[in-house]
C-alpha cells in the first residue's frame, strides 16, 4: 500500500486499518480487472497491442509476415 509522506498522520485502530487495507486491496483488483478486461476484448478483436500513439492488429502482423517470408522466398 502506498503511502502519502507529506499528508498528516492519521490515527487508526488495528481494526481501523485491516478494513482500510482490505478496502485498498479490493480497489486495487479492481482496477488490475478492468484493465485486463478491456486487454481481452482487444485480443478477442485481433488487437495484440494499443497505446495511445500505436495499435498493432493481426491483420497487420500476418501481412508484414507475408511479406518477409516472400523476401526470403526471393533470396533463393
Do not use: C
Not at 40 to 61: A, C, H, P, V, Y
Amino acid at each position: 500500500m502506498q503511502v502519502n509522506g507529506s499528508a498528516e498522520p492519521e490515527y487508526r485502530t488495528r481494526e481501523e486499518f485491516l478494513k482500510l487495507l482490505l478496502t485498498k486491496k479490493i480497489e486495487s483488483n479492481e482496477r488490475k480487472l478492468k484493465k485486463a478486461t478491456e486487454e481481452l476484448e482487444n485480443l478477442k478483436g485481433g488487437l495484440f497491442k494499443k497505446t495511445k500513439s500505436m495499435e498493432i492488429k493481426l491483420s497487420d502482423l500476418l501481412t508484414e509476415n507475408k511479406n518477409q517470408e516472400d523476401s526470403i522466398k526471393n533470396l533463393k
